[in-house]
């Protein structure tokens, strides 16, 4: 399985509302990032998970909360966003953060905020 | 020092002519050069990747040439299909120490059938 897996594909959701976005890789990979990526713009790291302990943080607003459960799992928490948060969030993997020359991306979820 | 320069930014081709996009770095840490393939909807896929000590790859259609003392790389495809119109980006990665995975600004491109 060489899948990384999003959901949901797309969301809407108001400035008040709180959600999550989800992310599972079976690959094995020890390293997990989020990326969010503006149209017509390259990918820009978020967060980076290396053996599911936060390693990077690029200065994202506290709006926007990661957690990473377990080695498999990476989860996306939304709450009070503004409009210009809307993008394509996309999840990412690889074997690990100092080898992860490879990064493997989900589809992403497509975030509106009204 | 961290950017990566992508160029062009848009590029029109006739299919089974050669697509060549060019990207240029400053910092002489990175050491990995992967290019990613990204259709509409779908989040970027690794195509090919090369590193410093080889000048060249070739993957099927796909070339990466590098020139490690003008610090430039260059992804090529040969026989240019509909099927690989997509934006392309250039990446740039420090694979010791600070972590660092520069992505250029991106290419789109369109093959005419």
């Known amino acids: 399985d060489t899948e990384v897996t999003q959901t949901p594909k797309h969301l809407v959701m108001g400035m008040t509302n709180k959600k999550s976005l989800k992310c599972e890789q079976h690959?094995?990979?020890?390293?997990m990032y989020w990326y969010k990526q503006k149209a017509k713009k390259p990918p820009e790291l978020m967060f980076v998970?290396?053996?599911?302990?936060?390693?990077i943080n690029e200065s994202v607003p506290s709006r926007f909360s990661p957690e990473c459960p377990n080695s498999s799992l990476l989860n996306l928490h939304l709450h009070a966003l503004q409009p210009e948060d809307s993008a394509l969030y996309l999840c990412a993997s690889s074997q690990a953060e100092t080898t992860g020359e490879k990064l493997f991306f989900g589809s992403g979820t497509q975030l509106s905020v009204l | 020092q961290q950017q990566v320069k992508q160029s062009p930014q848009s590029l029109i081709v006739q299919k089974g002519g050669i697509s060549i996009i060019n990207c240029a770095y400053e910092n002489t840490a990175f050491d990995y050069f992967p290019w990613y393939q990204q259709f509409p909807g779908k989040g970027p896929a690794l195509l090919i990747a090369?590193?410093?000590?080889?000048s060249e790859k070739k993957e099927g259609r796909f070339t990466i040439s590098f020139n490690k003392s003008a610090k430039q790389f260059s992804l090529h495809i040969m026989d240019s299909q509909p099927g690989d119109s997509a934006t392309y980006f250039c990446?740039?990665?420090?694979?010791?120490?600070?972590?660092?995975?520069?992505f250029g600004t991106g290419t789109r491109l369109k093959v005419l059938a």
């Open positions: 998970y290396s053996y599911e302990k936060l390693s």
């Open positions: 990446a740039a990665v420090t694979t010791s120490g600070t972590y660092k995975y520069i």
């Open positions: 690959m094995g990979h020890r390293a």
């Open positions: 090369i590193r410093p000590d080889v």
